[in-house]
């Protein structure tokens, strides 16, 4: 990474994703822990992924599977940093949708919350 680039925000989030290298034809699972319009944090539970390495990432959003090309940018012992490789404006738009479901999730519950405390207060 450029030293003057600054990373996209991150949203946390938890959702689990498979994957497969582009030349495998086994899937495995992983768990996305943050999430940007360029990238993502991959846990894994058994590193078996190299920076430079290809994947497509399958997850489930409201019901709806959706697939995106990946690059492995960076990796340790807790998993990967990966960027995401869009090749069509639709897949752009599936990360900024996982990203407004993550959100919208969270402010849903925050919401949620108030209303609780300003019953009891």
């Not at 590193?47 to 940018?73: D, M, N, T, W, Y």
Request: charged share 25%; net charge positive; aromatic share 8%.
């Amino acid at each position: 990474m450029d030293q003057n680039q600054v990373p996209s925000p991150r949203t946390p989030l938890q959702l689990e994703v498979s994957f497969k290298k582009n030349y495998a034809r086994e899937e495995s699972k992983g768990l996305l822990r943050n999430i940007s319009i360029t990238g993502a944090f991959l846990e894994l539970p058994a590193h078996q992924l190299r920076p430079e390495e290809k994947i497509q990432l399958s997850f489930v959003v409201s019901g709806r599977e959706r697939k995106i090309a990946a690059k492995i940018i960076w990796a340790n012992g807790a998993g990967c940093g990966i960027k995401f490789a869009p090749t069509s404006q639709r897949d752009v738009q599936i990360v900024d949708d996982l990203i407004y479901f993550v959100e919208n999730q969270r402010n849903d519950r925050r919401s949620v919350l108030d209303n609780i405390f300003k019953k009891v207060s």
